[in-house]
């Protein structure tokens, strides 16, 4: 889980504008990607028996298990070159420039893209159909993710409030998700209400106190277990732990943006229509 934060904090550190669409690359049969979530979208575009390499944090779908590894945040350029790929694909929030030029500086095509929120992944998949020749798929799966999302908003509309929500993104020190972060989008999207939203800082650090001052409703956990909770110091004060109010997450639906987004919202949705909300 330790990965987990890296990736949070450089992913949510600084904006980039988006990148434009690269011209037409459906001859690219070799594509190496650097970014956990785009394999996923790689992978629902019909496209992932093109993928030769990911990162050591890419665990789904099952069939990347496989497949080599080029490291971690830092990769490892003498793999990546060894392996020949036709197109590298570089989340542009995650990788930077520094890594970007230096994969252009070897010879290697690369394409960068934007990927914090949901809309980012919907303006992405058309990009990638039209760089790798799979513009029906994309325009597919587009539409597919947009009725899925208004499903979620009808049903988050439906529910009886908006739960007071916090959702610990790291135990020590206690980090959740301020309002700029895709957790916050997740929530807010299903019907929730972050109780650190007021904050701009993307996964900002906090303290106990604090958060027992707001005493949320509900508790989402990635790290954590709620077995933990009553007996960790100070966390039996929170409303929630006492009424049971706290559920684990699994990080992946929420803290990248996929196809996958969607059942991350559905649960969300859930939980927050569970009665004694």
């Known amino acids: 889980m330790a990965a987990l934060v890296v990736l949070l904090l450089v992913g949510g550190c600084t904006e980039r504008p ?12 070799r594509l190496l990607c650097l970014a956990p979530n785009l394999t996923e979208t790689l992978f629902a575009l019909g496209l992932g028996d093109r993928v030769v390499a990911v990162t050591d944090n890419d665990h789904h779908p099952p069939q990347v298990e496989s497949l080599p ?8 350029y003498e793999r990546i070159l060894a392996l020949h790929p036709d197109l590298i694909l570089l989340d542009d929030n995650l990788q930077g420039q520094e890594i970007r030029a230096r994969l252009e500086g070897l010879g290697l095509p690369v394409l960068a893209l934007k990927t914090r929120t949901l809309a980012d992944l919907q303006a992405n998949l058309p990009v990638l159909g039209r760089a790798l020749g799979a513009e ?12 899925g999302l208004q499903e979620v908003e009808r049903a988050a509309r439906s529910l009886p409030h908006a739960p007071r929500v916090f959702v610990e993104i790291w135990g020590e020190p206690l ?13 807010e999207r299903s019907g929730g209400n972050n109780v650190y939203g007021d904050l701009s800082e ?18 989402l956990l990635t790290t954590l277990e709620p077995a933990d909770l009553p007996h960790r110091a100070g966390w039996e004060r929170l409303t929630a732990v006492r009424e049971g109010r706290v559920r684990k997450l699994e990080p992946d639906l ?12 559905r649960n969300l949705v859930q939980v927050f229509g569970e009665p004694g909300r």
């Open 18 to 29: 988006p990148v434009s669409a690269p011209a037409r690359s459906d001859q690219a049969r």
């Open 136 to 147: 029906e798929k994309a325009s597919e799966a587009l539409a597919a993710f947009q009725a």
């Open 175 to 187: 980090m959740t998700a301020g309002s700029t972060s895709l957790v916050h989008e997740m929530i």
């Open 202 to 219: 993307t996964y900002p650090t906090i303290s106990l106190e604090d958060l027992v001052r707001r005493d949320p409703e509900i508790l």
């Open 69 to 76: 590894r080029v490291g971690g945040m830092q990769p490892d």
């Open 254 to 265: 929420v803290v990248r943006p996929t196809m996958r987004s969607l059942e991350g919202l």
